[in-house]
């Protein structure tokens, strides 16, 4: 019984670390887009995006997501920025921080226009 006891503490301490290390490496993705986007290297920074979606498909944080859409916004990309908007979960599209850079990004693509109407 002993045995047993430690056997399942173990294991769930194993299992703690290993969701620990995926938390971990979500900041550590959204630090280096941010390094990124804040050295102006947007192509960069969706590239890391993309080698980060391949891997962990279901397991994106807030940042990480901000940080693509910024990207999308300084490259003048609506239609990837969308396209990562809508590939998220119910719960991220409607955080607090993924909204502000979306309407980031539908302010920048207005501006845009405009822009090109009044201006050519």
Do not use: P
């Amino acid at each position: 019984m002993f045995n047993r006891l430690i056997y399942s503490r173990l294991r769930s301490l194993i299992l703690v670390e290993k969701r620990s290390v995926a938390v971990r490496s979500n900041i550590d993705v959204g630090k280096q887009m941010k390094i990124l986007n804040d050295e102006k290297q947007f192509e960069k920074a969706l590239n890391l995006f993309d080698i980060y979606k391949q891997k962990n498909i279901d397991d994106n944080s807030s940042m990480i997501i901000t940080q693509a859409l910024k990207a999308c916004t300084h490259i003048g990309d609506l239609q990837r920025g969308l396209t990562i908007y809508h590939c998220l979960s119910s719960s991220l599209k409607n955080d607090s921080y993924i909204l502000a850079s979306l309407i980031h990004l539908y302010s920048m693509f207005v501006q845009y226009i405009c822009f090109s109407i009044f201006y050519h």
